[in-house]
């Protein structure tokens, strides 16, 4: 059985949350800078989302009953009162656990009626526990039940630490730039839905001891401890060890990934520019015609290359083949002058006579243009 991590006797259920005292582009803080106090880490949750944002639209708040997503729905439910949206927490069960399962989603359920919150929750009873498949399981469910009623948000506690452990995942993988800029506070679940991270400037150990300081418990989640998984492990063995020899290591890798985030959307803003000044044929072809840009120039290739990543994602063309190859290939076929045509993985068409350079899609019936 489980223990509550605040008075170490058994805990199968939320604890009373006291008195409630009395938010899409965030400012970027300084990690350090936000303590363990609670009226802190509201203010540090208020400049990364202002509530006037979201005060008046519906919020669903990802809770799993742990101690990160059980700070956040406190903390939404205080910031977000006085409007005219709702606040609801959502509770995906896996039934990977049995009865500890079932005890994390009664916790969040009474969490939600001591808020005076809407509750939701979406069992999906499988066997698969990989990380990676639970987490689009999740989002699924996340993007159908903020349809379902009308939300325009859908909020998780992901930290700065979870940040610095996801640009080390990343990095240990292979990556690019947008894998070492870490996740986005906000980005698209679905049509009309927002993914949001409030959460993004504030460490872990912060949210426990600002719960402390309210007198809330909250759930332990054993497998989080399994370091057979490769997050686990970066996080319960890897990151510790770093810290021992540089202090403070994992608030600087979120800090660089918050700066590699500023450079990145930069860089897509440009590219945006660029792709919307071109040429585009009603079936979502490219069109180029003269110069573009000068080829050797690592920054215009930059841009080239991210613009050329929108088109992609606007027309719904197949992305999982295209290798940096690919990309740079394309890209200097812009940046020239010969004369070439070759077809790039997904079926798309490159034709290319001196300055002129055509991209299209023969999938599903689509004809070469030459």
């Not at 005060?55 to 409007?83: M, N, P, Q, T, Y």
């Not at 986005?184 to 400037?201: K, M, N, S, T, Y």
């Not at 290798?323 to 993985?345: D, N």
Request: net charge negative; aromatic share 6%; with cysteine.
């Amino acid at each position: 059985m489980r223990k509550d991590n605040l008075t170490g006797e058994p805990n199968t259920r939320c604890s009373e949350l006291g008195g409630r005292e009395g938010h899409d582009q965030p400012a970027t803080g300084d990690i350090a800078d936000v303590s363990s106090d609670w009226s802190d880490i509201l203010q540090a949750i208020e400049i990364a989302w202002p509530a006037d944002r979201y005060r008046d639209c519906g919020v669903w708040v990802g809770c799993s009953g742990g101690a990160d997503s059980v700070a956040l729905a406190l903390a939404l439910a205080e910031l977000h009162r006085g409007g005219s949206g709702f606040i609801g927490l959502v509770h995906v069960n896996h039934a990977l656990r049995g009865a500890e399962s079932d005890a994390d989603e009664e916790c969040v359920k009474e969490l939600s009626e001591r808020l005076a919150v809407r509750f939701h929750s979406v069992r999906l009873a499988g066997n698969s526990a990989d990380e990676a498949s639970l987490r689009s399981q999740r989002e699924a469910a996340f993007s159908g039940l903020a349809h379902a009623s009308g939300a325009r948000y859908v909020a998780v506690a992901h930290t700065a630490d979870d940040n610095a452990e996801t640009v080390l995942h990343q990095l240990f993988r292979g990556t690019g730039p947008a894998g070492l800029a870490g996740m986005q506070v906000f980005r698209p679940l679905g049509q009309d839905v927002v993914l949001a991270r409030p959460l993004l400037q504030v460490r872990r150990h912060q949210l426990r001891q600002g719960l402390q300081q309210r007198g809330v418990s909250w759930r332990e989640d054993a497998s989080n401890d399994d370091t057979r998984y490769a997050r686990n492990w970066i996080r319960h063995e890897l990151l510790p060890l770093v810290e021992s020899r540089y202090s403070g290591a994992t608030a600087r890798i979120a800090a660089t990934a918050n700066a590699q985030r500023d450079w990145l959307e930069s860089i897509e803003r440009q590219a945006a520019d660029w792709l919307a000044s071109k040429r585009l044929s009603g079936d979502g072809s490219l069109i180029l015609q003269g110069e573009v840009f000068q080829q050797g120039d690592a920054a215009d290739m930059c841009i080239v290359i991210d613009a050329l990543r929108q088109l992609w994602r606007a027309n719904a063309w197949p992305r999982g083949s295209m290798s940096a190859l690919h990309w740079h290939r394309l890209a200097a076929t812009i940046a020239g002058t010969q004369t070439e045509r070759y077809t790039l993985p997904g079926e798309i068409d490159v034709v290319a006579n001196g300055k002129r350079v055509v991209i299209k899609c023969l999938a599903d019936g689509f004809a070469p243009t030459g």
